[in-house]
């Protein structure tokens, strides 16, 4: 019971109950995101809300809203960038491996056109292609 009360104190609320386990979620506890982690705070205790003035609690109340807000739009932001490095990376491979194909196949290309024009200067010296043409 202790333990479930800790939970509680750090934001996370209770999802499914069966006779022998208890299932909780927190939105900063996600598998894969460890750096969401230091997101989850402990709630301030009401007897050290209570010492504090109207006024001056609703402003830190609101500036630490804003900035739990700030801070978790900037982890998504970040993975949105880094999700967005990892694809510019596999682009900029595949670009390197069509160039290299597009090299590869201008030097076969070239090779080849060697080649026919070799041809055609073999075939317009032979003998039997002259005969012809003097025909």
Same mark, same amino acid.
């Given at each position: 019971?202790?333990?479930?009360?800790?939970?509680?104190?750090? *934001?996370?609320?209770?999802?499914?109950?069966?006779?022998?386990?208890?299932?909780?979620?927190?939105?900063?506890?996600?598998? *894969? %995101?460890?750096?969401?982690?230091?997101? #989850?705070? @402990?709630? #301030? +205790?009401?007897?050290?809300?209570?010492? @504090?003035?109207?006024?001056?609690?609703?402003? +830190?109340?609101? +500036?630490?809203?804003? +900035?739990?807000?700030?801070?978790?739009?900037?982890?998504?932001?970040?993975?949105? #960038? !880094?999700?967005?490095?990892?694809? !510019?990376?596999?682009?900029?491979?595949? !670009?390197?491996?069509?160039?290299?194909?597009?090299?590869?196949?201008?030097?076969?290309?070239?090779?080849?056109?060697?080649?026919?024009?070799?041809?055609?200067?073999?075939?317009?010296?032979?003998?039997? %292609?002259?005969?012809?043409?003097?025909?």
């Amino acid at each position: 019971n202790s333990f479930i009360r800790q939970l509680n104190l750090y *934001g996370f609320h209770k999802v499914k109950q069966a006779p022998d386990w208890h299932e909780f979620s927190h939105p900063m506890f996600k598998r *894969g %995101h460890k750096h969401l982690l230091k997101l #989850i705070k @402990r709630k #301030i +205790a009401p007897s050290t809300k209570a010492k @504090r003035s109207e006024p001056s609690k609703k402003l +830190a109340e609101s +500036a630490t809203t804003e +900035a739990e807000d700030l801070k978790k739009r900037s982890f998504v932001m970040m993975d949105q #960038i !880094n999700k967005l490095e990892r694809q !510019n990376n596999l682009v900029l491979r595949e !670009n390197r491996v069509l160039w290299n194909e597009v090299f590869t196949l201008k030097d076969q290309y070239e090779k080849l056109s060697k080649k026919f024009d070799a041809l055609i200067e073999y075939l317009s010296r032979s003998p039997s %292609h002259q005969s012809q043409s003097q025909s």
